[in-house]
């Protein structure tokens, strides 16, 4: 599953972004999708994650100002950051995980077999 992630930039605390995930892959839709991210000096955490049912889950540090979501028709991820804050700055990674994995493994970052190659999200005072 070739990944590539966009739409990180620089914005100002409590403003907004949307991150797409683009994939060249015909089988998309079965794939869990999940946002990973490492800020400076961070090890990468788990962000938000999908699976190909439309379930999801959080990371408790974006829930509620964050939203992931997928369109299957155009083999795309999304995620919509509202009300950023300068933590948030971090460089940030689409991923793609096996449907064979059940959903205690959505946020274990071992477990994912396709990774995009980061897109940078700058939130400034």
């Known amino acids: 599953v070739q990944l590539q992630a966009s739409g990180g930039g620089l914005v100002q605390a409590g403003g907004s972004l949307r991150l797409s995930c683009d994939s060249f892959?015909?089988?998309?839709?079965?794939?869990?999708m999940s946002w990973f991210r490492q800020g400076p000096g961070k090890e990468r955490e788990f962000v938000a994650g999908?699976?190909?049912?439309?379930?999801?889950d959080y990371a408790d540090s974006v829930k509620g100002r964050f939203t992931v979501s997928r369109e299957n028709t155009n083999n795309t991820v999304y995620l919509h950051m509202d009300s950023l804050k300068i933590e948030d700055t971090a460089l940030y990674y689409c991923a793609a995980q096996n449907p064979l994995y059940s959903r205690k493994w959505l946020r274990d970052p071992t477990k994912y077999d396709e990774w995009g190659q980061g897109t940078l999200v700058t939130v400034s005072s």
């Open positions: 892959e015909r089988t998309f839709s079965t794939y869990t």
């Open positions: 999908i699976r190909f049912a439309g379930s999801t």
